[in-house]
């Protein structure tokens, strides 16, 4: 049962989707600062083993089920185990993650779409440090204005959505990828050019392996899956889009490849700045919002780096947020049979609801606590640590355990055309490498959080 749309028109519109999905404020405001935390060097070795030795091959299996099934995370499941139904929570579980995600994650792409605007005007140049914190703080606790462009950025990610998988979701991706590209590769240039930036840059790259802990691990692996837009069934969803002749392995490798290697451009970008102006790597979430722009107004030039800058971002979370909704409204579509416009429209109502309760968790509702943590610090760390991996470890175990052999082999390998050389340690991974690696992070993960 395809959905009648059609789905991508060719690989690299394929390939620019879901790397659009892979790569956003993950890679360029969550990457840099979770490697800052966890010590740098060391553990962006962690985080690279995991995206190739668990990450890669969960991805494929995510566009395997996808693309067989011709349906969404929930829909997925049914058609690929029509006797045991049970498997259809796994694709609940998913669109009930990724609407918790896309609600916390359009807080920020607020903030990011305030602070083009902030650059452009030049709200932020020519501040001390002091003044700079004291902008962000004032803009992220109030109420209006955050909210105000939080729902901005979600009418132009429906905007998107509406235009359909072909001429929304496909031709966005194409153009703005390469886009955001350039502009990342400018940013670098900039950035190692600094004089000072060797520091930055041996922070990132030389690993020291005493930072490595329990927690570094677990959020590398977090990180990892977030970062990859796996675990969730996004791309499922995606998959079902894929063209039959597409090669799925050598597509997951080059958008891992590609995520992994914006969030190291990322750091090349941030880290020299940071070190250059004795700015602290150290400084959590708001690294980019609190330190970048005194970076930015110590340096020639530094508003068009601003401008260019927040812009990068917003078009990386712009394909990100697509990818999100996405997957919720091809869910709602298929199983309630709704038209596009109208899942498109109730499932934007329903996660600016909990959107905004995130948003205001950094002013009016920073009180309202659990285990000392806020709305957005709990849907946060829930989803990351403990949401994503359990969903990846139930994919998992389906591919691995549950599905037929021979039926994963027939799809990947577009009914035995391809050379299937990757399959035997891809199906070993997913039958004990990925299972135990998963369990050990959740077991982990829920240890230390009652300590
Ligand atoms: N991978 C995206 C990022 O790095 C976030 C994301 C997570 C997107 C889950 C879709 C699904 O920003």
Not at 95 to 120: A, H, K, P, Q, R
Not at 153 to 180: H, R
Request: glycine share 10%.
């Amino acid at each position: 049962m395809k959905n009648n749309e059609g789905g991508f028109t060719s690989s690299f519109g394929a390939i620019a989707a879901a790397a659009g999905s892979a790569i956003g404020l993950g890679n360029i405001w969550r990457f840099p600062y979770t490697a800052g935390a966890n010590g740098g060097g060391a553990f962006l070795l962690l985080y690279i083993v995991f995206v190739f030795l668990i990450g890669v091959p969960i991805m494929m299996s995510e566009l395997t089920i996808g693309r067989r099934s011709g349906q969404n995370a929930v829909g997925a499941f049914r058609v690929l185990s029509p006797r045991q139904r049970g498997w259809m929570l796994v694709g609940f579980w998913g669109v009930l993650t990724t609407f918790f995600i896309y609600s916390f994650y359009s807080v920020i792409t607020g903030w990011t779409l305030d602070y083009v605007v902030l650059s452009c005007s030049g709200g932020l140049s020519g501040k001390t440090p002091e003044e700079v914190s004291a902008v962000f703080r004032e803009f992220s606790s109030g109420s209006f204005w955050p909210i105000f462009y939080q729902i901005i950025f979600m009418a132009i990610t429906v905007a998107v959505i509406m235009m359909g998988v072909q001429k929304g979701i496909e031709k966005s991706s194409k153009i703005l990828m390469p886009v955001l590209f350039l502009l990342m590769v400018a940013l670098c240039i900039r950035a190692v050019t600094l004089p000072g930036a060797g520091e930055g840059l041996s922070f990132l790259f030389k690993p020291d392996f005493s930072k490595v802990d329990g927690k570094a691990v677990l959020d590398a692996l977090g990180q990892a899956m977030f970062s990859l837009s796996i675990g969730l069934g996004v791309l499922i969803t995606y998959g079902s889009y894929v063209r039959k002749q597409d090669n799925l392995f050598r597509s997951s490798i080059i958008i891992a490849s590609t995520d992994t290697l914006i969030a190291v451009m990322a750091g090349v970008a941030i880290f020299p700045a940071v070190f250059a102006f004795g700015q602290d790597p150290t400084s959590g979430p708001s690294l980019v919002y609190e330190t970048l722009p005194n970076v930015f107004n110590s340096m020639p030039g530094g508003i068009a780096f601003s401008i260019a800058f927040f812009v990068l971002l917003s078009i990386a979370a712009l394909t990100s947020t697509v990818s999100m909704l996405e997957a919720i409204v091809l869910f709602v579509m298929q199983e309630f049979k709704l038209k596009r416009v109208t899942a498109a429209v109730l499932c934007t109502l329903a996660t600016l609801v909990l959107g905004i309760l995130c948003t205001l968790s950094f002013g009016p509702l920073k009180e309202v606590t659990f285990l000392g943590k806020t709305i957005f610090d709990i849907l946060d760390t829930l989803t990351a640590t403990y949401m994503l991996p359990l969903g990846a470890l139930a994919i998992v175990i389906f591919m691995g355990w549950f599905y037929p052999k021979k039926e994963v082999l027939d799809e990947v390998t577009n009914q035995h055309t391809l050379k299937a050389g990757f399959f035997k340690a891809y199906y070993f991974i997913m039958r004990y490498v990925a299972p135990v690696a998963l369990l050990c992070v959740l077991v982990a993960g829920i240890v230390a959080s009652f300590r």
